[in-house]
């Protein structure tokens, strides 16, 4: 079966501008995860979403970081004016965690390579 | 809150032989941990994983850790090194059923020398 599919595979935008990253976690996952790569920070949680619970933005960076799932599936991570801290590796993740039965097992997708100019 | 350090953060060996990659954890509540392996232009991948029970597992690609309560450790290791091993390494811990977020180390780049 499919994987994790990220998209765009790579992104360049100017300083200032609005970005939009996009994550198809794995059918029937009901976790969601996206997470950080960079040189300075190493790998960070930013964002998880589980159901219909209300999302853990705990890791967000700052206020121009947001993330939605629509309809229990496809996500989408926005970054409001970018700047040059902004570029990273942004990897997305999806996992079976019915609360009760877990597999703790994140599938991670190949990544969106994101670089500020 | 949880943290992972990894000692070294470059790591060579000689083909067939050990490989021993160092993961030590901090949490104040019993840890689930993780090794994933990440080859170049790709995603993570999972190698291992302890959540409950057996506190040695084996994982992909004939690794193997051990959960050490008592040093808080989660070592990562594989007996004979192959050129395909050669890859970064990182160790992870979550401590929080239901929302198992990742704390990642800072990881290893595991080189293999022919």
């Known amino acids: 079966g499919a994987g994790v599919s990220q998209s765009p595979s790579n992104k360049v935008t100017e300083k200032g501008k609005d970005v939009e990253l996009r994550c198809d976690p794995i059918?029937?996952?009901?976790?969601l995860y996206w997470y950080r790569q960079s040189l300075g920070q190493g790998l960070e949680f930013l964002i998880y979403?589980?159901?219909?619970?209300?999302?853990?933005k705990s890791g967000l960076p700052s206020d121009r970081f947001s993330a939605e799932r629509t309809g229990g599936s496809v996500s989408t991570l926005t970054i409001q004016r970018t700047q040059q801290e902004d570029s990273a590796v942004y990897l997305c993740a999806s996992s079976l965690a019915i609360f009760g039965r877990s597999s703790y097992e994140q599938y991670f997708g190949p990544g969106t390579r994101l670089t500020v100019t | 809150a949880q943290s992972v350090t990894q000692l070294g953060s470059h790591v060579s060996v000689s083909e067939g032989a050990l490989v021993l990659l160092r993961c030590n954890y901090s949490s104040s509540v019993p840890p689930y941990l993780f090794w994933y392996v990440q080859y170049p232009n790709q995603g993570l991948q999972l190698l291992l994983k302890y959540t409950t029970g057996a506190t040695l597992v084996k994982g992909i690609n004939g690794f193997e850790a051990e959960f050490k309560k008592s040093e808080t450790s989660f070592h990562l290791t594989k007996p004979s090194a192959h050129m395909s091993d050669a890859a970064e390494y990182f160790c992870a811990v979550s401590v929080s059923f239901g929302n198992e977020k990742l704390t990642f180390g800072t990881g290893t780049r595991l080189t293999i020398i022919p």
């Open positions: 979403f589980q159901g219909n619970s209300a999302p853990d």
């Open positions: 059918s029937g996952h009901t976790a």
